[in-house]
């Protein structure tokens, strides 16, 4: 690039953007080894939070954590055989310790599922020990052809819950309150409005009986798989013998859910809000929300400077604000306004001789690259005062852009694969046609527009009036969702 400090614009080339930005708003870096990554402090940072935010709408709902083991026996994976079939390409086998051959191979976990089933099976015994709801915070391994930073990558940290519930039913319920679990996460600390539904058969997770997702579009209109739950039945709990007593004396087998995210919502966070300027991060999800950067011309103004911002620091942070000061001596004002607007804190505040002697602070709160700052002077008992109210109204705002985004590129109303084809070739977006439930209507659709079926939309989603004929012709069935996707 000929200036160093501009990123290549998202409407020139979104992935070349999306790959610069992450790197030089320091959020992660490429490791010696393939495909994976080394997740810097302000990438890591903003997981932490999300860990946060999320962990306590695990433990709302009842869920503790806990750990399990990296390695697991080979014979474990082959047990459940969709399974296996499903992870066998991307698998990571240990087959040496210690300087010998293992008699059985271990896998590097690339999903807990069947170490967690089978430790489950030496705990429960009895109607009594359910539900059992446990989560579990790691890191997993799958050996990815082609990577992305915090898209897809051969290591990623991540969350997995595995519960065990007595019934069908209750297990199923679980299945969907933990989807809406995510969307709540996602809607209200990421400011992303995700798609929730059913995914088809082919889509589903190897193992499961249903799978459900929370489908986001990114600035490019491409979709994301953000977030996904499964119905596990009881083919797991088969193959473990994960059985329980009922209240009536009989024996049962357990009916199982899982559900993860992982650290794929960093890369998701970027491309929902970043511009041509950097990341622009949900005040509830940055860590740092207001920056103080302290100026000074002359060196005897520097301790007066200084104390101010630190006094205002204190102040904030009594307000349950993440503040940080900037007073790095050897960067000048712009080189750190330009570093915290390219990594995207919420709020910036400026503070200088002038504003100490009229008792006020600037704000310049961190807005999309196509709006004019919002430069304010504030006197400093308001700047403080009015700084969580003034975050709140930024997270809100990013929400309701982001919606508003969504919805201007959602279609709905399509009827043949030829106009789905257009709409992908022309900028993509969601689109929303009827559909037989025909696989092999899915498959066309696929091989000729690229596109895939996201999910089968919830009822807040779906179109007010049910499309009756499916996109490969004949009668629909069902309304579902189609776009490319990462």
């Known amino acids: 690039m000929a200036d160093d400090k501009k990123l290549t614009p998202q409407g020139e080339d979104f992935s070349a953007w999306y790959n610069e930005v992450v790197l030089r708003a320091e959020l992660a870096d490429y490791s010696p080894v393939r495909g994976s990554m080394v997740i810097r402090p302000w990438g890591y940072g903003i997981w932490e939070n999300m860990q946060r935010g999320l962990d306590g709408l695990f433990k709302e709902t009842g869920h503790e954590n806990a750990y399990f083991p990296l390695l697991i026996p080979m014979s474990f994976i082959e047990r459940e055989k969709e399974h296996i079939e499903g992870f066998e390409p991307q698998l990571a086998v240990v087959t040496h310790a210690g300087g010998k051959k293992l008699e059985e191979p271990l896998v590097i976990r690339p999903t807990s599922e069947t170490i967690i089933m089978g430790m489950y099976a030496k705990w429960i015994q009895s109607y009594r020990d359910l539900p059992l709801l446990i989560n579990q915070w790691a890191n997993v391994v799958r050996w990815e052809m082609r990577t992305r930073l915090f898209l897809r990558t051969s290591e990623f940290l991540w969350q997995e819950g595995h519960t065990v519930h007595a019934t069908s039913e209750e297990a199923e319920e679980h299945t969907r309150r933990m989807l809406g679990v995510y969307r709540t996460f996602m809607e209200d600390w990421m400011a992303m409005p995700p798609v929730t539904g059913l995914k088809s058969d082919s889509e589903r997770f190897a193992g499961a009986v249903r799978s459900y997702a929370c489908e986001a579009m990114m600035q490019d209109n491409k979709a994301l798989q953000a977030g996904t739950s499964h119905f596990l039945g009881q083919n797991f709990s088969r193959q473990f013998d994960l059985t329980f007593q009922t209240e009536e004396g009989k024996e049962e087998y357990g009916w199982n859910t899982s559900w993860g995210v992982s650290t794929r919502l960093v890369g998701a966070l970027v491309m929902t809000h970043g511009d041509d300027n950097g990341v622009v991060v949900p005040p509830r999800l940055a860590p740092t929300q207001v920056v103080i950067v302290p100026i000074w011309r002359k060196d005897d103004q520097a301790e007066a400077v200084r104390s101010k911002a630190a006094e205002l620091k204190v102040r904030l942070e009594e307000r349950g604000v993440r503040v940080k000061i900037d007073d790095r001596d050897h960067l000048s004002p712009g080189n750190k306004f330009y570093e915290w607007e390219r990594k995207g804190v ?38 403080v005062d009015e700084m969580p109210a003034r975050l709140d109204a930024l997270q809100a705002s990013l929400l309701e852009t982001a919606k508003a985004r969504r919805e201007a590129n959602s279609y709905r109303g399509v009827e043949d694969i030829g106009q789905l084809n257009e709409i992908m070739e022309s900028g993509g977006g969601f689109v929303y046609t009827g559909w037989s439930g025909d696989p092999e209507v899915e498959q066309r659709v696929k091989e000729e527009t690229k596109a895939t079926l996201r999910c089968i939309p919830d009822e807040g989603f779906r179109s007010s009036k049910a499309p009756t004929k499916c996109i490969g012709g004949g009668e629909a069935k069902m309304e579902v969702v189609w776009d490319r996707a990462y």
Not at 357 to 362: A, F
Not at 372 to 377: R, T
Request: hydrophobic content about 35%; overall charge neutral.
């Open 346 to 383: 919420p709020i910036r505040m400026e503070l200088g001789p002038r504003d100490l002697k009229n008792d006020q602070v600037v704000l310049v709160k961190r807005v999309r690259a196509e709006d004019e700052d919002k430069k304010e002077f504030l006197p400093q008992a308001q700047a």
